[in-house]
């Protein structure tokens, strides 16, 4: 498998589903002492490979194009694999199909560590490895997605932030009547605008059931207690409403991948979307005219974070590791991620004058407007995801009901 040049070297496809992985599970939690006992069993770990990272990501937007200034600033090749940014497939493809046999790191959403770390299948980091760590702010480097032991003296942590941002959704201002960013647009857009129906849409997992109970709380449709933690009833409650909404004629589809979300903008399917910032971006260079709004009611905030996983101390190339995870928090990797992607990495401060001591465009005005847009989207109260809700079981159970309706 050999490093890529703006794509993905490989997609993969699990006999096991996340359905039945999630089935077999404690509710929102991984099946209980499954993963150790996988771990005595008698398995290959892949050999480490000099001077080369393999790495499992479920987001293609966290690879920067190309690998060429990680080659260049690292001296090592990366191998990437992408999967789908599904949780359940995520757990799935780690805790049961033992991705740490074949990969040193694994990036997804923060939000799975405590199941990541009873099942074993990652390591404590050493925050004096990565330079870079020193200098984040404090608040990210506090936070509970990465960090598992606060005592003064451990310095260790879990993840690493690859990026960060706060998602909505797109459309078409010119044709529905509506303002541009900065002036807000409200998710009933997406989930019951007369204006859209027949051309909205929405993802495929329980993320965007989340999403549908964040709105009716916030147009005060649905009482909730826990917006991070719903309820079982709250979870039929929101699914009840996109049944609804689906019955009337509402969405157009439910789309799966990331590809799919240029596509149905790209086609002229619809008019507005639940999508990631990226994928507008790639629809307007084609000549679109789409906009990523600023939510009314609110954002879903992220991080994706990188984990080394468990069998890289077997493999014994931690050394190699380490740099390549300093890269992800360096001027390198901020000067090609946020321009690319508007997403910002934890230390957007080294893009600059990264950027100009490599002859690279002036990118302070990129910088500088994705770092207040960021600051405007998360001044909202609404919401911090978390990857495994409590009750992630009913949720996946609920949005599987929306779908076959």
Not at 14 to 21: E, S, Y
Not at 91 to 117: H, K, M, W
Not at 363 to 373: G, P, V, Y
Request: aromatic letters at 10%; hydrophobic letters at 40%; a negative charge.
């Amino acid at each position: 498998m050999k490093s890529t040049k703006g794509k993905h070297s490989k997609n993969l496809y699990f006999p096991l589903t996340r359905r039945n992985f999630i089935k077999g599970a404690v509710a929102g939690s991984v099946i209980a002492g499954a993963p150790a006992i996988l771990k005595g069993l008698t398995r290959r770990v892949k050999a480490a490979e000099k001077g080369v990272i393999r790495m499992m990501f479920t987001a293609p937007t966290m690879i920067p194009g190309d690998w060429t200034r990680f080659e260049k600033d690292t001296g090592l090749k990366m191998e990437d694999t992408v999967i789908k940014d599904d949780p359940g497939i995520f757990l799935t493809e780690v805790q049961v199909n033992d991705a740490g046999d074949r990969f040193d790191l694994i990036s997804t959403l923060s939000g799975v560590e405590q199941s990541l770390i009873d099942g074993g299948n990652i390591m404590q980091m050493e925050a004096s490895a990565m330079p870079n760590w020193a200098g984040m702010p404090a608040s990210i480097q506090n936070m509970p997605y990465l960090v598992r032991d606060l005592s003064p003296d451990a310095g260790k942590v879990w993840g690493v932030p690859m990026a960060m941002n706060a998602d909505s959704f797109g459309y078409l201002p010119a044709k529905l009547g509506e303002p541009r960013p900065p002036e807000e647009a409200s998710w009933s857009l997406v989930f019951e605008s007369e204006k859209t129906m027949g051309r909205s849409s929405t993802g495929d997992n329980y993320i965007y059931l989340w999403e549908a109970l964040a709105y009716l709380k916030n147009t005060g449709q649905l009482a909730v207690k826990d917006i991070l933690n719903p309820s079982p009833d709250e979870a039929k409650a929101t699914a009840d409403f996109l049944i609804k909404r689906k019955e009337a004629g509402q969405f157009r589809l439910f789309w799966k991948i990331f590809d799919d979300q240029i596509a149905v903008m790209k086609n002229g399917e619809v008019d507005a979307i639940r999508c990631w910032e990226p994928a507008v971006n790639e629809v307007n260079k084609a000549g679109g005219d789409w906009v990523y709004a600023t939510a009314k009611e609110f954002f879903c905030k992220w991080m994706h974070a990188a984990y080394i996983t468990s069998e890289v101390e077997e493999r014994g190339n931690l050394d190699e590791v380490y740099t390549a995870l300093n890269w992800f928090l360096s001027g390198g990797y901020a000067s090609t991620i946020t321009p690319l992607r508007g997403y910002l990495n934890g230390r957007p401060d080294l893009a600059v004058d990264y950027a100009n001591a490599n002859g690279m465009d002036d990118i302070s005005a990129t910088m500088d407007a994705a770092q207040e847009k960021l600051k405007l989207k998360f001044a909202k109260e609404d919401f911090w995801f978390s990857a495994v809700p409590e009750n992630l079981q009913e949720m996946q159970a609920q949005m599987d009901r929306v779908l076959n309706a």
